[in-house]
């Protein structure tokens, strides 16, 4: 008993040394997992992995070797058997015994089974990009963010495969012979007639017709279906910014897919998005600064000693602060230098790079009374005439104006 627990132990640390793969686990699914969910996981593993994808990372490409691997193998009923049964070895004995199954390139794997290139863009052409537009938040711009967006992206239907066909039979189009196009002859007079290249109005230009449509897609090989795709918003991003997803766009059995293109645009802002109470929620962005407008009251404006406290977009409390006998005129703008925007940098805070920020100017409005109890109104009066006897200036008379208006005559 001791012996042969020795011998499996032993078998085990020979399986980790030689790194045998775990071809259930290379590919992410359990051991029952259908011929469809086989397909889905080396479709999506295969694009993440591609070496046209991660040039130079050769992690990456050992990766989608590994998994084109595991595809082959598993994908085939007969060697599947095998390696259940048998596991790598099994396997490798198998192909050295003429099981009929040899190791295909991977290259040739992902050709055959996107139904182009080995690599993006060489070999069959690509399908168009799509631009989403994202509205971001100006607090998701101050602070960066990891999030997801939706958007309806067109799917190769995964009931026919793409095919199209409920019975996987696709037949070549009689009307046209397989061309897609047509050659239509039009008489425009008594002996002369002219040829026209049109589109086969059989099969739609596909030169292929289907006898029994697939239930799921009727026929049209690709579905559309709400689509999630994560979102990394960098600190300090502008907007406008354009995010690439290669391969990422609508899916085709006839073409590789183009690129998917985010261009983030800024949220209008408003209160019910704003549980948190920050005022900096109702900044204006401009470039790398921010703008805030205050409002004061006359005695404010006038006699100072007041605070305000600002909640910043990042939660940071800023304070604008006059002590007693400060005038604050309208329209004045304070520059409260380093709390406006971060400036975006690639490295971001790392140890290559401290993040630098632009400033927030502070627009101060004043808003007088609109009426006085009598007893104010008389106090203000009486202050305002003692001092305009004192040291008041008359604005009307240093401007020049003329005291009455000027009458010509001949008016």
């Known amino acids: ?10 078998v085990a640390l020979v399986q980790i040394v030689l790194c045998v793969p775990e071809y259930y686990n290379v590919l992410g699914v359990s051991k029952s997992a259908s011929e469809k969910e086989l397909k889905s996981a080396y479709r999506q593993l295969s694009k ?19 998994v084109s691997e595991a595809y082959d193998i598993l994908s085939d009923a007969e060697t599947r058997k095998v390696y259940d049964r048998y596991g790598y070895d099994g396997v490798q004995k198998h192909k050295q015994g003429g099981g009929g ?6 290259f040739d794997l992902f050709n055959s089974f996107f139904g ?17 537009r994202v509205a971001i938040s100006l607090r998701d711009f101050y602070n960066g963010k990891t999030t997801e967006f939706q958007w309806e992206k067109q799917h190769i239907c995964e009931k026919c495969e793409g095919s199209g066909s409920a019975d996987g039979k696709v037949d070549v189009c009689t009307s046209c012979n397989g061309r897609g196009m047509k050659i239509v002859k039009h008489q425009l007079a008594p002996g002369m007639f002219q040829q026209i290249q049109t589109q086969c109005d059989v099969c739609g230009g596909r030169g292929q017709v289907i006898k029994h449509k697939c239930s799921v897609c009727n026929g049209a090989k690709v579905i559309r279906k709400a689509t999630t ?16 997803y290669e391969n990422e766009a609508d899916a085709s059995p006839d073409y590789v897919a183009g690129d998917l293109i985010v261009n983030l645009v800024e949220k209008e802002p408003s209160p019910e998005e704003n549980p948190d109470r ?20 006359l005695r404010e404006a006038w006699m100072g000693d007041w605070s305000r406290n600002l909640t910043h977009l990042d939660g940071r409390i800023v304070s604008l602060v006059r002590e007693r006998g400060q005038v604050v005129q309208p329209g004045h703008i304070e520059t409260v230098e380093g709390e406006g925007m971060p400036k975006f940098h690639e490295d971001g805070d790392s140890v290559y790079h401290q993040t630098e920020f632009g400033n927030l100017y502070v ?12 007893g ?12 305009k006897g004192k040291i008041g200036v008359d604005l009307h008379k240093d401007s020049g104006r003329p005291e009455k208006p000027i009458v010509h005559e001949e008016l």
């Open 116 to 132: 182009g290139g080995g690599h993006f863009g060489g070999g069959q052409r690509k399908g168009p990009n799509v631009e989403v």
């Open 101 to 106: 199954h040899h190791h295909h390139d991977p």
């Open 278 to 297: 920050l005022d900096g929620v109702f900044f204006r962005r401009k470039d790398n600064d921010l703008y805030w407008t205050e409002v004061l009251s």
């Open 48 to 66: 993440k992995y591609h070496p046209d994808k991660n040039p130079g990372d050769t992690t990456a490409h050992d990766k989608f070797v590994e």
């Open 229 to 244: 795709v994560p979102l990394t918003i960098a600190r300090g991003a502008l907007p406008g910014t354009r995010l690439a």
């Open 363 to 374: 627009e101060y409005i004043v808003v007088l009374p609109d009426q006085m109890e009598s």
């Open 376 to 387: 104010m109104e008389k106090d203000f009066w009486a202050i305002w005439q003692k001092w």
């Open 1 to 10: 008993m001791w012996f042969r627990g020795a011998a499996l132990l032993l």
